[in-house]
């Protein structure tokens, strides 16, 4: 029970802030990832349970005017039926939100995570994909176009990973082979996110810092976790 303490009061103080005001600095360190993930995933089940928090606009816009203490960093996809904080029922203050289509890592997002960990001092950094996600059912067809081709390179690591499905179609037609390639993206840019980026590294072995992955269900609004 003494290990878990401060989880639990973690958790608490994220759900009051959550519905009250913007994290403060005080309250930003004394979070673990743990609780950040537990707060996120609290919010989520009330977004599906069509429970959400008043958004307290007005107050927040105004405490936010002095400074900001969020307490995760997510790298989502651009799709815009994805709607970060309102799905984990976050406001304004609460997280950083890089997005990019297929929630792959490059330059850019690296630093803004960087920033978002070193020195913001945010807890998480959670890789979210989604179900029927565009850019995956682009990469497993082969698509071009533009600058998009550099773009869906990156996800064909994960189509290679992904094992079996001959006999259905290693393509976009064939939905559980979609869904396992949008996971294997997730945990591909997981995996690139510890390997590219030395600082966010070092602070997950630190324990200051959780780098994670997980998958928003269109069809439902839940987002499942990956191990």
Do not use: W
Request: a neutral charge; charged letters at 20%.
């Amino acid at each position: 029970m003494k290990n878990a303490l401060p989880l639990v009061i973690g958790t608490l103080l994220a759900a009051f802030t959550s519905a009250n005001a913007q994290t403060t600095k005080e309250e930003q360190q004394a979070l673990t990832p743990d609780a950040v993930v537990s707060d996120l995933m609290a919010g989520n089940a009330r977004y599906v349970a069509e429970k959400t928090t008043p958004p307290n606009r007005s107050a927040r816009a105004v405490t936010a005017v002095s400074g900001q203490h969020p307490k995760a960093v997510i790298l989502s996809c651009i799709d815009s039926r994805v709607p970060v904080e309102l799905i984990f029922d976050q406001g304004i203050g609460d997280i950083f939100v890089g997005r990019v289509a297929g929630n792959v890592e490059n330059v850019d997002q690296l630093g803004s995570m960087e920033f978002a960990t070193k020195l913001a001092g945010v807890k998480l950094v959670l890789v979210l994909g989604h179900s029927q996600c565009g850019a995956v059912k682009g990469a497993c067809d082969g698509a071009e176009l533009g600058n998009l081709t550099a773009l869906l390179e990156k996800i064909k690591p994960a189509i290679k990973a992904v094992e079996g499905f001959e006999s259905e179609g290693r393509n976009s037609s064939n939905k559980p082979f979609v869904d396992k390639v949008i996971e294997q993206n997730v945990r591909q840019t997981v995996a690139d996110i510890r390997k590219d980026s030395p600082v966010m590294a070092a602070l997950e072995k630190a324990g200051t810092i959780k780098i994670i992955g997980a998958v928003y269900a269109l069809e439902s609004g839940k987002v499942t976790l990956l191990d």
